[in-house]
């Protein structure tokens, strides 16, 4: 691949960082208090942020499709530093419409969904009129491996019925989710990979009930959030299937991909903006009647981060730039190289610049906790490392037999 950036990617970056810096950074500690003290609540300023984004053409910019105004149709390549530069602030992927869970939602529906299920789903999630959230991990089963999954999707005439207990579910607590993609077994007789399928279910069906919100790490994650989730009864038009019976782990595949990537760059963004707070706060206090960046072991430190920054970047560009050239399939291995590399590189450069900021780190004035709240539950979200470095690892050595 090439490593230099295309003439219009630079000037996305430029124009991407201009309204960070003019409307996102300045109201970064508004948005903390606000989140904590109105749990699923929308911040106020949030659809005159999202209005003003779409207005300057940073709408959208994650979906390779091209949908005209509603999207530029950018690569995974091109896309990647955007997401590391929204990973500055986590809530900025909100504001160009380029939130996880509903970016996957979308690559779903854009490419798998038929004319009804893009005019009834895609186009409202495209103009940002609704949320959505996805339904795969179950509390009674072991979801890292997917077979596990125990909801069942029960086809009754005209309708799928669907019954089962969901949680995580990332975005269902959100005032405007409106929809859910839910990953369930339609044939548990089929062969393993085969038994699973997606359905779209409205949040308002008759027999969906949030059960309650998660916590993860004491967190709320508001407005977003993360929820337990029953399904008694469930009942859909067979339209709502996505694709057909028996192809949700193809889906999941098409789906997680892309998505590992936007992940890794937001991890790669919180990074780096930790370690610019770190080279900040070591050349501002002192300690024993000098500068913390004159210690040595505070330059080993930021000399090790900026490494393993470069490092996890360049590595998930690659993974980007072969998607784009060869489709999923052959850039599975970098896909799972860059979701074991990209989330542990985060929490320890991340740990690092708390441990420099000292108390401040650890409190509310600084994003650093979230940001490890955040890079801390990516090691489980969309597969655990144990499971990606068991599949490299497999690969890794059936290739090398091959050889």
């Known amino acids: 691949m090439h490593f230099d950036y295309s003439e219009t990617t630079r000037d996305n970056i430029r124009h991407l960082t201009a309204f960070m810096e003019e409307h996102l950074y300045p109201l970064e500690a508004e948005y903390r208090q606000f989140t904590q003290d109105h749990p699923w609540q929308i911040f106020p300023q949030m659809e005159d942020l999202k209005a003003k984004a779409r207005s300057a053409g940073l709408w959208n910019l994650f979906l390779p499709e091209d949908y005209g105004e509603l999207s ?26 380029c939130n996880a869970p509903d970016t996957g939602n979308m690559e779903v529906l854009a490419r798998y969904g038929t004319t009804g299920q893009k005019r ?14 996805f339904l795969m991990t179950e509390p009674a089963v ?47 007789e089929a062969p393993r990979h085969l038994q699973q399928s997606m359905i779209l279910v409205p949040a308002d069906t008759p027999g969906v009930k949030v059960e309650r919100p998660l916590r993860a790490f004491g967190t709320l994650d508001s407005p977003h959030g993360h929820a337990e989730i029953s399904l008694t009864d469930v009942r859909v038009p067979v339209g709502n299937l996505i694709l ?64 393993e920054i470069e490092q996890a970047r360049l590595l998930t560009l690659s993974a980007a730039d072969r998607i784009d050239r060869h489709g999923i399939k052959e850039a599975k291995d970098l896909i799972a190289m860059i979701k074991i590399v990209c989330p542990t590189m985060a929490c ?32 489980l979200a969309d597969g655990p490392d144990e499971v990606h470095m068991y599949q490299l690892g497999r690969n890794t050595i059936n290739g090398m037999k091959l050889g």
């Open 142 to 188: 072991a979801s890292s491996d997917a077979t596990n999954i125990e909801t069942s999707i029960e086809r009754d005439g005209d309708e799928y019925v669907v019954n089962g207990r969901k949680w995580w579910s990332t975005g269902a607590m959100h005032p405007e989710c409106k929809m859910y993609i839910v990953m369930g077994k339609t044939d548990p």
């Open 72 to 97: 530029p149709g950018l690569t995974n390549l091109e896309y990647a530093p955007l997401a590391e530069l929204m990973g500055r602030v986590l809530w900025a992927s909100e504001v160009f419409n």
């Open 244 to 307: 057909g019976e028996g192809r949700g782990f193809e889906i999941a595949q098409g789906r997680l991909g892309p998505g590992r990537i936007h992940h890794c760059m937001r991890l790669i963004g919180t990074a780096q903006r930790s370690l610019e707070l770190m080279g900040k706060r070591a050349g501002e206090r002192r300690a024993f009647e000098r500068e913390l960046s004159k210690f040595s072991s505070i330059r080993q430190e930021v000399a090790r981060s900026r490494c």
């Open 348 to 379: 320890t450069v991340i740990d690092r610049a708390i441990q420099v900021h000292g108390g401040l780190g650890v409190s509310s004035d600084l994003p650093l906790a979230e940001f490890y709240v955040y890079a801390r539950s990516i090691r």
């Open 120 to 133: 009834d789903w895609l186009l409202p999630l495209l103009d940002g009129q609704i949320r959505s959230a």
